[in-house]
C-alpha cells in the first residue's frame, strides 16, 4: 500500500479520472481505520475464554461418547451371541438312546460276531467302515423328523439302515445314531434280517407297490418278491404291473414256502 | 512456535484453534483485525457500531470455528461472516435511522469536503491536496447504493477475487461484476462534479 502518494490535479486528473485504477489508488492511500487496543483484548480474551470452556466440555463428553459406544457395541454382541445360542439348540436334532436301540446295538455285534470268524474289529474300524452308512442313513431320515405320520417314518428309518447293513457285509451300524427307532420297527429288523422284511399290514397297496418298485431299483429282488407275495395276499384284487410280475417270477418262485 | 505459527496457514491456524491452541487465534487476529474493522466501519460510517460490528463478527468466528469446513478459504469464510452481520444489522436496525446517520454523515462529508475544496480553490497553486481528494472520495462511497459499495469496499479492503465476493454477497458472479463497475462509475462522476472536471 503507498501511502500518501501525490495525486495528479488539473488536466491530468482529468485523464486520471478515467483511469479504472485511479479510484483505487485514491482509496488505498486513505489511512485505515484501525480497532481499539481495548477491543483487540476483549476479543483474544473472549477467544481463549470460549477455548477453555470447550475443552472442558469437550474431553468429558468424548469420553462419555466413546463409553456409550462400547457399551453399546458390547450389548449388541451379547445380544446376538445369546440369539445365536438359543437358535443352535433350538435347530440341534435330539438323539435319545432309547433302551430299545441300545438292545437292537448288543443283538446287532452279538449277531455279527457269531457270522463274521470272530475277529475283533477296532473301534476306528468300524467308525471308518459305518460312517458313509450312517451319514446316508442320516441324510435319509432328516426329513422324517418333519411331521410324518410316526409307523411311516420308523419303519422307513429301519428299512433303510436294513438295507445299508444288507448291501454290506460287515454289517456295522450305529444305531445308536438312529433317532425314534421303535420297538416295532427293532421287531421287524430282526425278523427280516433272517428271513424277510416284516412290514406293517397297515400299509396300502400303492405304498406296498411303490416299495417293490424302490428294492427293484435297488436290485433287492428277493425282498421285492416277499413283498409282492404280501401284496398279492393282502390286496388280491389290486392290479400289479406284468412286468414287476415277470421281472420277480424266478424270485418269487424261491421265496414261496 | 511464535514463527511456526506465522508461518503457517489462515486455514491450518482456524484449525489449529479449532483444536485449542489460543496462540492461533491471535496470529489469525493480528492478520485481520484491520481488514475487518476497515470492512465495518466503512459500512457504517460510526467508529461505535464499527466497533460492535467488528466485535460481533470475531465472536461469531469463535463459536463456529470447529465449523469451518476448509471448503472455500477462510478469508471468504471470514468475510462471509462479516457480511451477514451487517445484514442482520441492516435488517435490526431502524431503516429510518440508518437512513438518518448515512445522510448526517454525508451532509457532514459534503460540507467538508465543499469547505476544503472552496479553500483549496482559493489557493494560489490550485492544487487538491490528497486528504480532500480522499475525503471527495469517501463522501462518493457513502453515497453508493448499499450493494454497490459493499462489493467495492470488499474489492479494495478485502483483497477477494470477484468470484469470491460473488460467494460472500451471495450474488452472481455478474451481478458482482457490474455492481463493482457502476460504483467505479459513479465514484468517477462524484469526483468529476465536485472537481469541477468534465469527464
Same mark, same amino acid.
Given at each position: 500500500?503507498?501511502?500518501?502518494?501525490?495525486h495528479?490535479?488539473?488536466?491530468a486528473l482529468?485523464?486520471h479520472?478515467?483511469?479504472?485504477?485511479?479510484?483505487?489508488?485514491?482509496y488505498q492511500?486513505?489511512?485505515?481505520?484501525e480497532?481499539?487496543?481495548?477491543?483487540n483484548?476483549?476479543?483474544?480474551?473472549?477467544?481463549?475464554?470460549?477455548?477453555?470452556?470447550?475443552?472442558?466440555?469437550?474431553?468429558?463428553?468424548?469420553?462419555?461418547?466413546?463409553?456409550?459406544?462400547?457399551?453399546l457395541?458390547?450389548?449388541l454382541?451379547?445380544?446376538?451371541?445369546?440369539?445365536?445360542?438359543?437358535?443352535?439348540?433350538?435347530?440341534?436334532?435330539?438323539?435319545?438312546?432309547?433302551?430299545?436301540?441300545?438292545?437292537?446295538?448288543?443283538?446287532?455285534?452279538?449277531?455279527?460276531?457269531?457270522k463274521?470268524?470272530?475277529?475283533?474289529?477296532?473301534?476306528?474300524k468300524?467308525?471308518?467302515? @459305518?460312517? %458313509?452308512?450312517v451319514?446316508?442313513?442320516?441324510?435319509?431320515? $432328516?426329513? /422324517?423328523? =418333519?411331521?410324518?405320520?410316526?409307523p *411311516?417314518?420308523?419303519?422307513?428309518?429301519?428299512?433303510?439302515?436294513?438295507?445299508?447293513?444288507?448291501?454290506?457285509?460287515?454289517?456295522?451300524?450305529?444305531?445308536a445314531?438312529?433317532?425314534?427307532?421303535?420297538?416295532?420297527?427293532?421287531?421287524?429288523?430282526?425278523?427280516?434280517?433272517? @428271513?424277510? %422284511?416284516?412290514?406293517?399290514?397297515?400299509?396300502?397297496?400303492? $405304498?406296498? /407297490?411303490? =416299495?417293490?418298485?424302490?428294492?427293484? *431299483?435297488?436290485?433287492?429282488f428277493?425282498?421285492?418278491?416277499?413283498?409282492?407275495?404280501?401284496?398279492?395276499?393282502?390286496?388280491?384284487?389290486?392290479?400289479?404291473?406284468?412286468?414287476?410280475?415277470?421281472?420277480?417270477?424266478?424270485?418269487?418262485?424261491?421265496?414261496?414256502? | 512456535?511464535?514463527?511456526?505459527?506465522?508461518?503457517?496457514?489462515?486455514?491450518?491456524?482456524?484449525?489449529?484453534?479449532?483444536?485449542?491452541?489460543?496462540?492461533?487465534?491471535?496470529?489469525?487476529?493480528?492478520?485481520?483485525?484491520?481488514?475487518?474493522?476497515?470492512?465495518?466501519f466503512?459500512?457504517?460510517?460510526?467508529?461505535?457500531?464499527?466497533?460492535?460490528?467488528?466485535?460481533?463478527?470475531?465472536?461469531?468466528?469463535?463459536?463456529?470455528?470447529?465449523?469451518?469446513?476448509?471448503?472455500?478459504?477462510?478469508?471468504?469464510?471470514?468475510?462471509?461472516?462479516?457480511?451477514?452481520?451487517?445484514?442482520?444489522?441492516?435488517?435490526?436496525?431502524?431503516?429510518?435511522?440508518?437512513?438518518?446517520?448515512?445522510?448526517?454523515?454525508?451532509?457532514?462529508?459534503?460540507?467538508?469536503?465543499?469547505?476544503?475544496?472552496?479553500?483549496?480553490?482559493?489557493?494560489?497553486?490550485?492544487?487538491?491536496?490528497?486528504?480532500?481528494l480522499?475525503?471527495?472520495?469517501?463522501?462518493?462511497?457513502?453515497?453508493?447504493?448499499?450493494?454497490?459499495?459493499?462489493?467495492?469496499?470488499?474489492?479494495e479492503?478485502s483483497?477477494?477475487?470477484?468470484?469470491d465476493?460473488?460467494?460472500?454477497?451471495?450474488s452472481?458472479?455478474?451481478?458482482?461484476?457490474?455492481?463493482?463497475?457502476?460504483?467505479?462509475?459513479?465514484?468517477?462522476?462524484?469526483?468529476?462534479?465536485?472537481?469541477?472536471?468534465?469527464?
Amino acid at each position: 500500500m503507498s501511502k500518501h502518494t501525490k495525486h495528479p490535479s488539473g488536466a491530468a486528473l482529468e485523464k486520471h479520472l478515467k483511469d479504472d485504477t485511479f479510484i483505487s489508488e485514491v482509496y488505498q492511500d486513505i489511512p485505515c481505520p484501525e480497532p481499539s487496543p481495548h477491543l483487540n483484548q476483549a476479543i483474544i480474551t473472549a477467544a481463549g475464554k470460549h477455548n477453555r470452556t470447550s475443552l472442558w466440555w469437550r474431553q468429558p463428553s468424548s469420553w462419555a461418547a466413546t463409553i456409550v459406544i462400547f457399551s453399546l457395541v458390547g450389548m449388541l454382541t451379547y445380544h446376538t451371541l445369546e440369539q445365536e445360542k438359543d437358535t443352535a439348540s433350538s435347530m440341534e436334532p435330539v438323539y435319545s438312546p432309547s433302551p430299545v436301540t441300545a438292545v437292537l446295538s448288543d443283538n446287532k455285534s452279538d449277531n455279527l460276531s457269531d457270522k463274521s470268524s470272530k475277529q475283533p474289529v477296532s473301534q476306528a474300524k468300524v467308525e471308518a467302515d @459305518t460312517k %458313509p452308512y450312517v451319514i446316508s442313513v442320516q441324510e435319509k431320515t $432328516q426329513h /422324517l423328523s =418333519q411331521p410324518a405320520p410316526e409307523p *411311516q417314518a420308523a419303519e422307513f428309518r429301519a428299512r433303510s439302515a436294513f438295507k445299508a447293513m444288507h448291501k454290506n457285509d460287515t454289517r456295522q451300524l450305529n444305531f445308536a445314531r438312529q433317532p425314534l427307532a421303535s420297538e416295532e420297527s427293532f421287531a421287524g429288523e430282526t425278523a427280516t434280517e433272517q @428271513t424277510a %422284511p416284516a412290514f406293517s399290514p397297515a400299509l396300502s397297496a400303492e $405304498q406296498l /407297490l411303490k =416299495q417293490i418298485q424302490l428294492l427293484i *431299483q435297488s436290485k433287492d429282488f428277493k425282498q421285492a418278491a416277499v413283498l409282492l407275495q404280501q401284496l398279492q395276499e393282502n390286496y388280491p384284487q389290486h392290479p400289479v404291473d406284468p412286468i414287476i410280475l415277470k421281472q420277480l417270477a424266478p424270485w418269487q418262485r424261491t421265496t414261496k414256502p | 512456535m511464535t514463527e511456526s505459527i506465522t508461518e503457517k496457514t489462515d486455514e491450518q491456524l482456524i484449525k489449529d484453534y479449532a483444536g485449542g491452541s489460543h496462540f492461533a487465534f491471535e496470529a489469525l487476529y493480528k492478520r485481520y483485525k484491520n481488514p475487518t474493522y476497515h470492512y465495518c466501519f466503512r459500512q457504517v460510517s460510526t467508529p461505535a457500531l464499527a466497533d460492535e460490528l467488528h466485535q460481533d463478527v470475531w465472536l461469531k468466528v469463535i463459536k463456529s470455528a470447529a465449523q469451518f469446513k476448509q471448503q472455500s478459504s477462510f478469508k471468504t469464510w471470514l468475510y462471509k461472516i462479516a457480511h451477514n452481520t451487517l445484514m442482520d444489522y441492516y435488517r435490526k436496525s431502524e431503516k429510518r435511522k440508518h437512513l438518518m446517520i448515512i445522510q448526517t454523515n454525508t451532509r457532514e462529508h459534503h460540507d467538508n469536503s465543499g469547505e476544503a475544496y472552496s479553500q483549496e480553490q482559493q489557493q494560489p497553486d490550485n492544487k487538491l491536496q490528497n486528504k480532500q481528494l480522499q475525503k471527495l472520495l469517501l463522501n462518493g462511497i457513502e453515497e453508493l447504493p448499499r450493494e454497490q459499495k459493499e462489493v467495492f469496499l470488499l474489492h479494495e479492503i478485502s483483497g477477494l477475487s470477484l468470484h469470491d465476493i460473488a460467494l460472500v454477497t451471495q450474488s452472481s458472479f455478474e451481478s458482482t461484476k457490474s455492481r463493482l463497475r457502476y460504483a467505479g462509475k459513479k465514484l468517477h462522476r462524484h469526483l468529476a462534479r465536485h472537481l469541477g472536471v468534465e469527464l
